[in-house]
């Protein structure tokens, strides 16, 4: 049993290197990087779709599924230079497979990188990857106790999204409460609502990204 432990404590330090050594790069070649963590159909994808218009040339965006490149591909159609990392069954990406898909992605230009983790609010919030900020995405669809299902998501993480307000009328969640149990886990989580579908709170929440990229 101890050498097991071991051996995790060893595999999960040498991810920690790699996760230092990308974020120094990213803030050498100043690129704020954002992990988005969520469960499957949070709306992840969408709201890169719906920010996608203003970061035109700007942001470069790492899609993390188990498999098919579907996201890479929407992503592109939206204007946005994309690389798709399949991990065929771990439930989370490392930092090693960020830094091969950084050296796959064209970053002249760029100054956002947003990196759609795997969907699981449960993996991905243990392991950096290079980023600067996790912020966690929530669907009203998903109910109003996921931030408390799931706290230790909540409580890494700078942000969360509420998505897909514009089907409210037709699920039982209390938005309110959700954001209660989140600042809960979490006191001083910043929290958003947006509607990727009307636009409803995207233009918020990505000024609040890029103040976070300037205080950085």
Same mark, same amino acid.
């Given at each position: 049993?101890?050498?097991?432990i071991? !051996?995790?404590e060893?595999?999960?330090?040498? +991810?920690k290197?790699i996760a &230092?050594e990308?974020n120094?790069?990213?803030?050498?070649k100043?690129i704020?990087a954002v992990n988005? @963590?969520?469960s499957?159909?949070?709306?992840?994808?969408? !709201?890169?779709?719906a920010?996608?218009?203003?970061? =035109?040339?700007?942001a470069?965006? @790492?899609?993390? *599924?188990i498999?098919t *490149?579907h996201?890479r591909?929407?992503i592109?159609q939206s204007g946005?230079c994309a690389?798709? @990392?399949n991990?065929?069954?771990?439930? =989370?990406l &490392?930092?090693?497979m960020? #830094?091969?898909?950084? %050296?796959?992605l064209?970053?002249?230009?760029? +100054?956002?990188?947003f990196i759609? %983790?795997?969907? %699981?609010?449960?993996?991905?919030a243990?392991?950096e990857i290079?980023?600067d900020i996790?912020?966690?995405v929530v +669907?009203?669809t998903?109910g109003e &106790?996921?931030p408390?299902?799931?706290p230790?998501?909540?409580a890494?993480s700078?942000?969360m999204?509420?998505t897909?307000?514009?089907?409210?009328?037709h699920?039982e969640? &209390?938005?309110? #409460?959700m954001?209660?149990?989140?600042?809960a886990a %979490?006191?001083s989580l910043?929290c958003?609502r947006?509607?990727a579908?009307t636009?409803e709170? @995207?233009?918020?929440?990505l000024?609040?990204?890029?103040e976070a990229a300037? +205080?950085?």
């Open positions: 049993m101890s050498k097991k071991v !051996l995790a060893k595999v999960k330090g040498k +991810s290197e &230092d990308l120094r790069f990213f803030r050498e100043g704020f988005l @963590i969520g499957p159909g949070a709306g992840k994808t969408s !709201l890169l779709e920010m996608a218009p203003r970061l =035109h040339g700007r470069a965006v @790492i899609e993390g *599924d498999q *490149d996201d591909q929407r592109e946005l690389c798709q @990392i991990t065929l069954g771990a439930c =989370h &490392d930092a090693a960020v #830094r091969k898909a950084v %050296n796959e064209s970053l002249d230009g760029v +100054s956002l990188v759609e %983790n795997v969907g %699981n609010l449960v993996c991905p243990g392991f290079g980023e996790k912020v966690a +669907s009203v998903e &106790d996921k408390a299902k799931y230790s998501a909540i890494k700078r942000a999204v509420v897909k307000l514009d089907l409210l009328p699920v969640c &209390d938005v309110g #409460r954001e209660a149990y989140a600042a %979490n006191p910043e958003f947006v509607c579908k636009g709170g @995207i233009e918020t929440f000024d609040w990204i890029e300037r +205080s950085r």
